[in-house]
């Protein structure tokens, strides 16, 4: 196994424990929410992240160029657009189902790719694709092929987010993605805040279950994954990151199961195993396909 391979792996591992970490921490905020109000929460999970990511991080921050501390800045912003939609959505829909309407950026990251680049990204990706989204729509949509308020922002959220993948993808590989990680937020700090100000009252008494949500999300459900995620997207493919990322609602429904106390069926383990099957497809076949061509 050559080098860039090695990369890659370790770069979607670490994608996958970003994806375990997206899922859980919907879970934490579900439950949270009832504490404070959506916005104020974004507001003060994103300064307790850019908090975290400037004092570590601070210095290589400040020694990136202007339009590096630009590009920063607008992804952060558009990453938190999604946060504050899904924020929102919650209160309409379950942790399970917002978990598995983000992950169908996985349709929507590779077809991007391949306008932009005018690439075809293979069969297998197209499959697995298809297997990840009838997996997805198995668990979103209900019986009469409805979705409700908190779904629909919550797809509004996973147009963002397809958005926030393309543009790692596109800024990191020529900078330091520790100190685009700072940028980034700083970014959606500045945009949690001025929307929690202009549309929410000030919060007068948050509750400590509230300030345990705020401080696990901002530091291990935002800070961590951000510079995870910026710097495995140097080593693999933004399709890949779709794909792996889409995991999070696996994750998301059962650790909605077992704490929020949120239902099981049928549905769920087969639309679970539809996904599984589609990330089991791009991960292992280009392995396979490699070990061939090796002749091992």
């Not at 990680?181 to 008494?205: D, H, K, R, T, Y």
Request: proline share 3%; charged share 10%; net charge positive.
């Amino acid at each position: 196994m050559d080098s860039k391979r090695k990369f890659m792996i370790l770069g979607d591992i670490a994608v996958l424990l970003v994806s375990f970490i997206w899922g859980a921490t919907n879970v934490v905020i579900r439950d949270a929410l009832g504490g404070i109000t959506p916005f104020w929460f974004c507001a003060l999970r994103f300064t307790t992240a850019c908090a975290c990511v400037m004092l570590i991080f601070g210095r290589r921050a400040a020694a990136m160029s202007a339009q590096d501390k630009i590009a920063g800045t607008f992804t952060g912003a558009v990453f938190i657009l999604a946060y504050l939609a899904g924020a929102v959505g919650l209160l309409y829909t379950t942790a399970g189902n917002q978990s598995f309407i983000i992950s169908t950026s996985v349709v929507f990251v590779p077809l991007a790719v391949w306008l932009l680049t005018r690439r075809f990204p293979g069969w297998h990706v197209i499959i697995s694709v298809l297997l990840c989204t009838a997996g997805t729509a198995g668990l979103v949509l209900d019986g009469d092929l409805s979705v409700n308020f908190g779904d629909l922002l919550s797809a509004a959220a996973m147009l963002f987010v397809t958005a926030y993948i393309l543009l790692v993808q596109k800024f990191a590989a020529n900078a330091d993605p520790c100190g685009l990680s700072c940028w980034q937020a700083f970014g959606g700090m500045a945009v949690a805040a001025a929307a929690a100000l202009i549309f929410e009252p000030m919060p007068s008494n948050v509750s400590a279950k509230a300030w345990a949500a705020i401080i696990y999300a901002g530091t291990i459900g935002f800070a961590l994954t951000l510079v995870l995620q910026t710097t495995a997207q140097k080593y693999t493919s933004p399709t890949h990151v779709a794909i792996l990322l889409s995991t999070s609602g696996i994750f998301g429904s059962v650790l909605g199961i077992i704490f929020l106390g949120e239902p099981m069926t049928w549905r769920i383990f087969i639309a679970s195993a539809l996904i599984l099957a589609g990330i089991l497809l791009v991960e292992t076949l280009p392995a396979i396909r490699e070990k061939r061509s090796s002749g091992d």
